[in-house]
């Protein structure tokens, strides 16, 4: 079995895909990382100039403000069964991932996945192993459990479906840090990818023979249930694609890069305005000369210079106090249609929303 070949296997939709998810991504989680990938030079500018302002560079994160609403309004109100589920899913849902979440706490993040990356993946798994435990007891005992978990579309690289959809087979590629003893240990990603059959599940790790580098199967075992344990969870309905679908900030994203990118143009205007650049006839001025350096501090460091055979005096140039309205304008009217595009402009104030709506406690 060529190993190598099967874990370099790709969706068709994958490459195309992949950069835009990672985009998604990024734009959710902010940071000052962000801006080095995202703040655009504009074309009279320096590269210089251009590193100063990535420097000075901030953005609310109205991304992050919109997926985090929709979520806090889908999980407000509590979810009522009207019959007990049996007890083998009450006890799942009461620890519904290996670090003891329940599934309404393992939801509300898949939730969130899913807003960010459009379709998200969950896997359900177990470490109960071969042998069936002896008593609820032992299997308390030995930390045995189902469990649930999130796998983004990033890592969710290739899959089979059948001639009625049902999913044949995956690949997803799952990295492991070695960090289990501070001292012992590597601290590395270790590369690994999981096959998931209808029959079996083979988990394949990349290791190292001196200066080789191979691929093993480091695990396999056998999938008793029959299909494989993945289900798709999407963040809107109208997709027409098996393996991915449009995420709630496909359009969001794009357009809060927009407002970050005009914030940052609109803090230059501002400085520049605040802080004119003095221009004086270079007639009048000789550089080595001590009213030359006095000249050069009052100009803020940087003088422009002109010819001044016509009598012309010394003045102080700014940007056109136009230029920052309408960036204002469109950053306000960018920002609106942010929040109007899913509902939520009445969650906004009258200062910042640009069309004066109160604050509502019923916008979901």
Known sequence: MDLKKVIERRHPEYDGLVKHWNFLEATYKGGRSWFEENLFQYHKEGTNEHKDRLCRAYRFNHTREIVNLVNKYTFRGEVKLQEEPIKELGEFWKQATRDGRSIEQCMQQADIKSSTFGRIWIVVDSNLGEAVAISVADQKASGSQVYAYIVPPTHMLDMGFGDDGELLWALIYEPKRDDDDPFTSSGCIQKRWRIWTKEKWFLIAEVTEGTKMKYVIEEEGDNALGV????????????????????????????????????????????????????????????????????????????????????????????????????????????NEIYHSVGVAGERTKADNSQGIDNSSVVA
């Open 228 to 335: 494989v344990p993945i289900v798709a969870l999407d963040a809107l309905g109208n997709h027409e694609s098996d393996y991915s679908s449009p995420a709630l900030i496909n359009d969001i994203a794009y357009l809060d890069r927009a407002v970050a990118n005009y914030l940052s143009n609109l803090y230059d205007i501002i400085q520049d305005q605040t802080f004119s650049q003095l221009a004086i006839p270079a007639q009048n001025l000789a550089p080595g000369e001590d009213d030359y350096q006095k000249m050069v501090e009052m100009g803020t460091k940087r003088v422009f210079v002109y010819d001044g055979e016509g009598g012309g005096g010394p003045f102080y140039l700014s940007p056109d106090v136009k230029q920052a309205h309408l960036i204002v304008d469109v950053i306000s009217k960018i920002i």
